[in-house]
């Protein structure tokens, strides 16, 4: 177990102070992730206390500071069944002695004939080693992503009699089979969807259970980043000394779209000069490096990989325009609304974008910034050149956006909304009855 000193937290929810809730995700902390971890630190400020339980361990080089902040009692599920077979042996036993076990079996099963793989199993693994080890006072779970973290919260709900809810983001809600995302909403007690798009797919996909699905938009907690610096340059891309500074920040995965922009990029015309910086890793690096070096754009690209979030709002601050194609990936994987976007926003730096996903619910083309459509390099290319050379739209579709974020997109009207479901269901109301488990689990050791 790992515990991260605390802030000073702020007055309780109105109604009394909530009981602490489990908040269960796939891998914790992750950089790409700030937006969850904006939202526990701000639940935190308002009275609430989580223990957070993580599938993986981190592998990000750097943490954000938002991540020293949170308060949280941070705990780690065996990744594979493998690496601690005694906490999972614990867990049937106890599950055999004290926990539903019978309805939960036939729910996996159920599961397995439709999904037979290993990840199947250990999500079950996982789920006997977290009912068992849970705090007893425990009443709710709160997991994000539907997938894999939601099938082991499902489990976990099940055996021990506990509601649970969920936070669905992007690539959960378009590469969760049918079946399954319609099955772990109905047993859900209420979710939340971060974007229209996947909040009217969730919705479709549930049927009766459409109701329990609300959208409750991310938004940025401005407090968090600078004024935006003092945007007066005037550069055109026709002095080589001089040339537009693009940036990109994003795991390099298909989805991301980085592809298109270096053929985008290889088709400007040689005369108009400009600089690129991405900032992000991925297993698609080291090929898009490749690609860039066949296209002979290397000399004009910074790599920079993983970098802490000072060190993206510096590179934010530095640039003249935001670039980011998404695009689907191979496995329907999709972004919702990349809160990257949002960020750029925060510094009036202007994007290029795609009109895809969640996208087009916050870039207006034309308005506060562009919008091609996803996968056209050539469109891209078109936007790209035409933003290069001209300051001026630069400077007003960045404006635009800042208005637009400070309007529409700050996150105190969703968590206000995440606050009123929370402590409703901590404290039992809002989903079916709960039972704490009849025999607490033995206290978890340091380390874990």
């Not at 702020?10 to 009981?19: E, N, R």
């Not at 990744?79 to 996996?108: Q, S």
């Not at 005037?234 to 995965?253: H, N, S």
Request: aromatic share 6%; glycine share 8%; net charge positive.
């Amino acid at each position: 177990m790992t515990t991260t000193p605390s802030a000073a937290t702020a007055s309780p929810p109105a109604g009394g102070t909530p009981a602490r809730i489990a908040i269960v995700l796939k891998g914790y902390p992750r950089l790409s992730e700030t937006f969850i971890a904006q939202e526990i630190l701000e639940l935190e400020r308002r009275g609430f206390a989580f223990d957070i339980w993580s599938l993986r361990r981190p592998t990000d080089r750097y943490r954000h500071p938002m991540h020293e902040e949170i308060a949280a009692r941070l705990l780690y599920l065996p990744e594979y069944l493998k690496d601690d077979p005694r906490r999972v042996w614990k867990g049937l036993v106890h599950a055999l002695r004290h926990l539903a076990w019978r309805p939960t079996l036939r729910l996996f099963l159920r599961d397995l004939r439709r999904d037979p793989s290993a990840g199947r199993l250990r999500r079950l693994g996982q789920a006997l080693v977290l009912a068992r080890e849970i705090d007893p006072r425990i009443r709710h779970l709160h997991v994000h992503f539907l997938h894999t973290p939601g099938s082991v919260t499902r489990y976990a709900a099940r055996l021990t009699g506990r509601s649970y809810s969920f936070s669905a983001h992007a690539k959960d809600i378009w590469t969760t089979p049918e079946w399954e995302r319609a099955e772990k909403i109905a047993d859900a007690s209420w979710g939340v969807a971060c974007t229209a798009d996947g909040w009217n797919e969730l919705r479709r996909v549930a049927g009766p259970a459409a109701g329990r699905v609300e959208l409750v938009y991310h938004g940025l907690d401005l407090a968090r980043f600078p004024s935006p610096p003092p945007r007066t340059r005037q550069a055109d891309g026709r002095d080589p000394a001089d040339p537009v500074r693009l940036v990109a920040v994003g795991r390099a995965v298909t989805k991301k779209g980085f592809d298109k922009l270096l053929d985008a990029l290889a088709q400007l015309p040689a005369e108009l000069h400009w600089h690129l910086v991405h900032i992000g890793s991925g297993e698609r690096l080291a090929g898009l490096k490749a690609q860039a070096e066949r296209l002979g754009l290397s000399e004009r690209i910074d790599w920079r990989g993983s970098q802490a979030q000072t060190a993206v709002v510096a590179a934010l601050r530095e640039a003249d325009l935001f670039v980011l194609p998404s695009q689907p990936g191979e496995d329907g994987d999709r972004d919702g609304l990349p809160n990257v976007l949002m960020e750029a926003a925060t510094q009036a730096l202007p994007a290029i974008s795609t009109r895809f996903a969640g996208v087009p619910e916050f870039i207006d083309d034309g308005v506060n910034g562009r919008l091609v459509p996803p996968g056209d390099a050539e469109a891209l290319a078109g936007a790209l050149a035409a933003l290069i050379g001209d300051a001026p739209q630069r400077l007003r579709l960045g404006a635009a956006a800042l208005a637009r974020l400070t309007a529409d997109f700050t996150f105190d009207a969703g968590i206000d909304r995440l606050e009123a479901r929370l402590a409703a269901s901590s404290q039992g109301a809002g989903g079916r009855p709960v039972a704490p488990p009849a025999v607490p689990a033995e206290p978890l050791a340091a380390g874990r």
